[in-house]
């Protein structure tokens, strides 16, 4: 039955009477506890008091142990270790003290002496224009950073990434507040606006990204060498120039209009290191063809006049022989290249050798006709005219014909 019904003897759940006793009170729990941490160092807890109670009391031999023990317990929390590529700047009170290099150290623990270890071997990146994600592989540009205005009042957008490294970690520690990522992104911003402010919109974009690149990591450096940043620059690249995305379409024409240009340049250069050679190489066989004929030509001049003075001579010697000996060979000669008729008188008569001369001014008149277009009736008359002019001539020739064959 309840506690608080008649005939439950008035029995509350501690077991206690109703109203006779309260629960255990919260400074008697505390005592005990006190007297039982007293006993387990050695000390006698003292009794209750009306006034209050005194603080377990600790011997002298227990107290000494404890210090020794608690004093090695923080002297081996200064150990540290150092991991390769690491440098470790130790303070004290601090203050700078010096740097570690890899390896177990050890330094006075906290609050005397602190550590703060920097990884001077990480290269890391920062991004200047744009934001690269990881997980989807996207770009996203930033065009408070992208957006600069060049030589030529040109608005351009430009992305760049800085890979860099810390060369002091003192003065990385002490003269910087901020990320060492947004002291490069700041510092590589302003470096890029002043070298793209001095150069147009088409060398940014076309022939001068490597010479922008490399100009920017030196002025960079050199800001941040200013301010005792303690960063390193290892390398600026420049992963994309192209105009805002408003005047992108008229830009491409322009470029692409630029591209044509230098390809029929390229066409006529090419065209004319063919031609050239090609003129130089038939002046140059002419000139030799010309030198050949010349020296033919002076050769043969100079043989034919030797042979005529040879003949000459003979000829003062001996007239009649050398005049009959011309006529000879002058005979042989038109023989041998023209057309002849052999008549046989029979038995007992001579031989007569008939030269159609007709027959041969005809034919040469006919090739000088067809040589040349129109003049196949002067040819005919310019025949019958040499024809009518050499009668006399051929009434000689062939009586000294006859007078020689006999």
């Known amino acids: 039955m309840p506690w608080n019904q008649p005939g439950s003897d008035n029995r509350d759940p501690w077991g206690q009477g ?46 000494g142990p404890i210090l020794a023990v608690l004093a090695v317990l923080w002297l081996a929390t200064g150990f540290y270790v150092v991991e390769q590529g690491e440098q470790a700047v130790e303070l004290r009170l601090g203050a700078y003290k010096t740097i570690k290099e890899a390896g177990l150290r050890w330094h006075f623990p906290y609050p005397i002496e602190s550590v703060e ?21 996207q770009i996203a540009g930033v065009p408070r950073e992208a957006l600069m205005l060049t030589a030529d009042e040109n608005i351009i957008d430009i992305h760049f990434a800085v890979q860099y490294d810390i060369k002091d970690p003192r003065e990385l520690l002490f003269n910087v507040a901020e990320s060492p990522d947004l002291v490069v992104r700041g510092a590589t911003e302003s470096a890029v606006r002043e070298i793209v402010g001095r150069n147009t919109m088409d060398f940014a974009i076309t022939g001068g990204r490597a010479e922008i690149a490399q100009e920017t990591k030196i002025l960079l450096q050199r800001i941040l060498d200013r301010y005792d940043t303690g960063v390193n620059i290892k390398a600026v690249e420049m992963q994309n120039a192209q105009p805002p995305m408003e005047v992108k379409a008229a830009f491409d024409d322009a470029v692409k209009a630029r591209e044509d240009e230098q390809r029929l340049k390229n066409e006529a250069e090419a065209y004319e290191n063919d031609i ?3 003129a130089r190489g038939g002046a140059a066989r002419l000139g030799q063809e010309a030198a050949a004929y010349r020296a033919t030509v002076v050769a043969q001049a100079r043989g034919e006049a030797s042979r005529f003075l040879q003949v000459l001579d003979e000829y003062t010697k001996a007239p009649e022989v050398t005049r009959d000996r011309l006529y000879l060979d002058a005979m042989q000669d038109v023989y041998a290249n023209s057309t002849k008729l052999l008549i046989d ?5 001579n031989n007569v050798m008939y030269l159609p001369l007709d027959q041969l001014i005809r034919q040469r008149g006919q090739q000088r006709s067809s040589g040349t277009l129109g003049t196949s009736d002067s040819a005919s008359g310019f025949g019958s005219g040499a024809m009518a002019g050499n009668d006399s001539s051929r009434q000689e020739r062939s009586s000294r014909l006859r007078s020689l064959t006999q």
């Open 276 to 278: 050239i050679p090609r």
């Open 345 to 349: 008188q029979g038995d007992g008569g």
């Open 117 to 137: 270890l920097v990884n001077v071997q990480q290269i890391r990146t920062v991004e200047v224009g744009y934001r690269s994600s990881s997980r989807s592989s």
């Open 18 to 63: 109703n109203g006779q006793k309260g629960p255990p009170d919260l400074d008697e729990v505390i005592r005990d506890l006190q007297k039982k941490l007293s006993n387990l160092f050695g000390g006698r807890g003292s009794g209750r008091r009306s006034g209050g109670g005194k603080g377990p009391s600790f011997s002298a031999k227990a107290i």
